[in-house]
């Protein structure tokens, strides 16, 4: 027997001793009050007889359950015990009141059939035959030693078959009741184990999971949603509106419209993912109303394996132009230096100087182009950023030929440490400061440039903000700074910050354009946070 049906047989058990100890205790009232003498002949009544098996029937009732509350002995054998004392007392009742026309048959009967439940049918037809052969030797008995004792062997044998019959019926009720209630047992351990399968799937998934109810309550969220909306744990019945409002009309869009189609990621602030979500209604039960299932995934990983499909296309373009248009540029570059050499001076020499500068130009956009088509995701390394930014003002204040004075570092704690390959963000350092040196409007002399870092409080993400003294950007331009070929320069190819944020992207970090109300230019990036317990780190440029 299974563990979960043993401990179900033992509460069947205690139950049925329940039983028995208030058949026993009515026995005995019954006897205490004298109430047996009005329904029990004087002639047949064994006052002595009847009392000791009451009381001996109630101390038995407290010894099994001492029994059954210590599990000792086991259950098989605490049933055959029970059932056992059951018989001899109800049948020493029985002899008591006037042999097997006193009516305390109808008690075997009962519990017989119920010991059917915890014990096989082949030992409750013998006990059943055993109860039956000893109803019999009491007749044999009663008539031997009761002097005016009428023979009732037909009663008896009635009795007999009437206890076989019940007991061989309940065996086949109890029989099936157990296949049923393992069958139960079985589906129910099966169910438990595909729920939680399913639950750990939705748990461990990566797309993020939220189950939302009309009014826009979460109900249910897996690892993944949470991560996602940057929460250690979400709160029950917390509400979509607060934790990401957009999303939260995003889903009354979907809601309101029967063909919803909306691709344009939700942005989180903070350095969180920009989400792309998908909706799909669960279907209701009755009089209830339908909730939907909310699926969240990071939109960086989406547009990066979109990049990778693009880039596959772009490179075997960028081949061909690199064949069709760098070779053209290096004769037509060619051709304007010797006639530079021809025209020193002059209107001719203006000319000359034009083409160069659009030839230069020409090159740049197919380097630009050429290094995207070229881009790979970074290896990361552990960064001390304090250190590695020291090292690259130096390097950039050499080669621009600025002031050491016009760049300023700040980064609390000065121990902050990053994820990120070390050349990227070179790459991306490089490009901001050109950017914020290019689009200055001012002398260069008057530039500067500060670099703030350290961890947020809110996220407990690294940053890193770039903030020059420039014009800024107005609100409207910052909406597309860092889509390709946008720029509002003349001179500019419109793919710096483009490959700037796709170079951030590739290492899992973000870059976020941040408006200052005193003015100027901010770009933030917030970096992957290094683990505690590594300790190697890079620190050069």
């Known amino acids: ?117 915890f014990l096989t049918r082949r030992f409750t037809l013998f006990l059943a035959a055993t109860t039956s052969l000893a109803l019999l030797g009491e007749n044999i008995y ?39 209630e393992q069958l139960a047992t079985e589906r129910s351990r099966e169910l438990k184990s595909v729920i939680q399968m399913n639950e750990h799937i939705i748990s461990n998934m990566r797309t993020g999971i939220l189950v939302v109810n009309p009014d826009g309550v979460i109900e249910m969220a897996n690892n993944a949603a949470i991560s996602l909306l940057g929460h250690t744990h979400l709160d029950i019945n917390a509400s979509l509106m607060k934790i990401l409002p957009e999303l939260h009309d995003r889903f009354i869009d979907w809601q309101n419209s029967i063909e919803y189609i909306q691709h344009k990621p939700v942005q989180q602030s903070h350095g969180l993912p920009d989400l792309q979500p998908g909706f799909s209604r669960i279907e209701p039960d009755e009089g209830n109303n339908s909730s939907t299932l909310v699926f ?123 994820l990120f390959d070390s050349s990227h963000l070179h790459q991306v350092m490089w490009n901001l400061c050109c950017n914020a040196v290019n689009h200055s409007r001012m002398p260069p002399a008057d530039i500067a440039i500060n670099f703030q870092g350290g961890i947020e409080v809110k996220s407990n993400q690294p940053y890193l903000d770039v903030i020059d003294n420039g014009p800024g950007i107005d609100p409207e331009t910052a909406k597309e700074i860092f889509d390709p070929f946008f720029t509002t320069s003349n001179e500019g190819t419109g793919l710096g910050l483009y490959i700037t944020k796709e170079v951030t992207e590739s290492n899992r970090a973000k870059i976020r354009h941040i408006e200052l109300p005193a003015g100027g230019t901010c770009f933030r990036i917030y970096f992957l946070q290094a683990p505690a317990q590594q300790i190697s780190k890079v620190s050069n440029v």
Request: glycine share 6%; hydrophobic share 45%.
């Open 1 to 117: 027997m299974k563990p979960g049906q043993q401990n179900l047989s033992w509460q069947y058990l205690r139950l049925f001793n329940y039983y028995r100890s208030a058949l026993a205790l009515f026995f005995l009232i019954l006897y205490l009050n004298g109430w047996t003498e009005q329904f029990i002949r004087p002639s047949d009544y064994d006052q002595q007889l009847f009392h000791w098996a009451s009381v001996g029937y109630v101390a038995a009732c407290f010894a099994f359950m001492l029994s059954l509350h210590l599990h000792k002995p086991g259950l098989d054998t605490q049933v055959i015990v029970q059932i056992c004392v059951d018989i001899v007392v109800i049948i020493a009742l029985m002899h008591a009141s006037g042999g097997v026309r006193s009516g305390f048959g109808i008690l075997l009967i009962i519990n017989l059939s119920l010991s059917s439940i």
């Open 142 to 180: 009663s008539q031997l030693v009761l002097p005016g004792y009428s023979e009732a062997y037909v009663q008896t044998g009635i009795l007999g078959i009437v206890i076989f019959t019940f007991a061989y019926l309940t065996s086949i009720i109890a029989q099936r009741m157990r296949e049923s």
């Open 296 to 418: 969240l995934e990071d939109a960086t990983q989406l547009n990066q394996r979109f990049q990778q499909v693009r880039l596959a296309s772009l490179g075997r373009l960028t081949a061909s132009i690199a064949h069709e248009i760098r070779n053209p540029l290096a004769a037509i570059h060619h051709a304007s230096q010797l006639l530079d050499e021809v025209f020193e001076s002059g209107p001719d020499k203006k000319l000359t100087d034009i083409i160069n500068t659009q030839v230069q130009r020409l090159n740049g956009v197919v380097e630009n182009v050429l290094q995207l088509s070229r881009q790979q995701r970074g290896t990361t390394e552990h960064i001390e950023l304090l250190p590695w930014l020291l090292k690259f003002k130096q390097e950039y204040v050499a080669s621009q030929g600025l002031d050491k004075h016009q760049i300023h570092i700040y980064v609390k704690p000065e121990d902050t440490t990053i």
